[in-house]
């Protein structure tokens, strides 16, 4: 009588170990794919070119999700209500502006140049600010720097304003307010420091992004962003800035200073290289709730175009 197990088990062994080897090898190339598409920064960066943003492409995935993907957490009593028995005079004024040294777009309010910029489509890059707004925006920054500084808290200009600065020498054009950031730890010396300022206030929307403003309209404001750090990094204790504010830090410290609209600011020690690291420097943005000389809702075809390499506005503005 023939033994039919001679035969079948070894078919079946071989047939459960094929199937395991296949499986182990799939196993093998999900994994390998998976760390080549988190870990190897070129190969993660093409694959996930739809996610990641343009200041996150140097930086190591560990790194990426350490920061960007740690929880907020928020100091005890840093949104509580301050009470003013006294308010303090600022201690500057509004003749510390010297406006003969802003930087001047008059050009663009010939009527010809306008209508050349709107047939281009360009009308989202108008200047988003006139004189007299510039020197109220400039007036606020000073009046909080000013009162920083009493109370030996330091900081720096980040964001938009760090991108204007290197690029425009000051605003970007189309831009409408002025962005500084200082550290979360010294969150109490700031609430002390710009509570109480006679004509002045500060609101405080969410623990780590502050407004300060004039007591009797909401705008213009200077953003005051929390910064958080450790031994490689700076970055923004808000989530929703946190997309592009995580500087290296070696670019950050020592702060350095620079010349924002005729004025000395404290600026990161490498703002240029933050710039051009963070930001699409080349390329021009507009946002349309940076423009309130445009219509709300407006779908006019000269406002047509929001983004831009910023060469195509050379005819504008100068570029550095």
Not at 41 to 58: K, M, Q
Not at 118 to 123: I, N, V
Not at 225 to 231: K, R
Not at 292 to 299: I, Q
């Amino acid at each position: 009588m023939v033994n039919w197990s001679t035969f079948v088990t070894p078919t079946i062994l071989r047939r459960t170990w094929n199937g395991k080897c296949k499986i182990l090898s799939l196993t093998v190339t999900f994994l390998t794919c998976g760390y080549l598409t988190l870990f190897v920064i070129p190969v993660r960066n093409v694959i996930l070119s739809s996610v990641i943003e343009y200041g996150w492409r140097d930086m190591e995935t560990s790194d990426l999700i350490r920061i960007h993907f740690c929880q907020d957490k928020e100091p005890e009593g840093i949104l509580s209500s301050t009470s003013c028995p006294v308010l303090h005079k600022p201690q500057v004024n509004v003749s510390d502006i010297i406006t003969s040294s802003l930087v001047s777009h008059d050009h663009l309010l010939f009527p010809e140049v306008q209508r050349r910029v709107l047939e281009k489509g360009h009308g989202r890059f108008l200047p988003a600010l006139n004189l007299t707004q510039k020197v109220e925006i400039l007036l606020l920054y000073k009046v909080a720097a000013a009162a920083l500084e009493s109370v030996g808290v330091q900081h720096f200009l980040v964001d938009g304003s760090l991108l204007g600065l290197s690029r425009h020498g000051g605003f970007v054009p189309w831009d409408d307010d002025l962005d500084v950031s200082v550290f979360l730890d010294s969150w109490h010396l700031v609430k002390k420091a710009l509570s109480c300022i006679e004509g002045f206030t500060l609101y405080k929307p969410h623990f780590a992004h502050w407004k300060f403003h004039y007591k009797d309209r909401l705008y213009p404001f200077l953003d005051i962003f929390f910064y958080m750090l450790d031994e490689s990094y700076v970055w923004a204790a808000s989530y929703y800035t946190r997309i592009t504010y995580i500087y290296p830090k070696r670019f950050v410290f020592p702060l350095g200073e620079s010349i924002f609209e005729g004025m000395k600011v404290p600026v990161p020690k490498d703002s240029l290289s933050i710039a051009r690291r963070i930001y699409e420097y080349d390329l021009c943005f507009a946002y349309r709730g940076h423009l309130k000389h445009e219509a709300s809702g407006s779908e006019d075809k000269g406002y047509s175009i929001s983004n831009v390499s910023c060469q195509e506005l050379s005819y504008m503005y100068r570029f550095y």
